[in-house]
């Protein structure tokens, strides 16, 4: 029994088809792979600037806050030593004053205490949307079903051949 040409035609297209299909399922595949590869790098170059960004923040905002302690220092040891020089004592009313050095230094570094709290808030939220930047970014892997793209490549195939004989039994050719 021959083949006729029209059916070998018809099994050499779905092999070519199943080729084809799984080539593509094999790229698309890699591509997802590299998608979420290249998402996820991202997020962690952002993470990195972020958390380098809080560091210098709080580097920055403690400093300030040594720097206010040593000027705290040196204007109650100058008010110490002006009051000491004018015979003053420290009591009542210059012990009010000494007070008022305190409770600007301390309202100061509340202040600051108060700026690197809403820093570490804001800093906190950021990470969230780093992480939901990747997920966005992210795409679902889909891995290729060979078993699928043949199943799909000999329906077609099966489909073609029974058109053909219908067509050929409705032709009257046999």
Known sequence: ????????????????QYTVAKQQAKNTYNQQLRQNEIAKKNAIQRYAAEQLKIRQTAKRFQEKGYEAALKGRKKRAEFISYAGGRGLALSGSTNRLLGDYYRIEGRY?????????????????????IQF???SQSTYLTPPNSNLLFASAALGFANNYYNF??????????
């Open 1 to 16: 029994m021959c083949v006729p040409p029209q059916v070998a035609m018809m099994a050499l297209s779905a092999g070519l």
């Open 109 to 129: 570094k509340a202040s600051l205490d108060r700026n690197m709290d809403i820093n570490v808030s804001q800093h906190n939220r950021t990470m969230e949307a």
């Open 133 to 135: 930047g990747q997920e």
């Open 165 to 174: 004989q219908n067509r050929k039994g409705s032709e009257g050719i046999k």
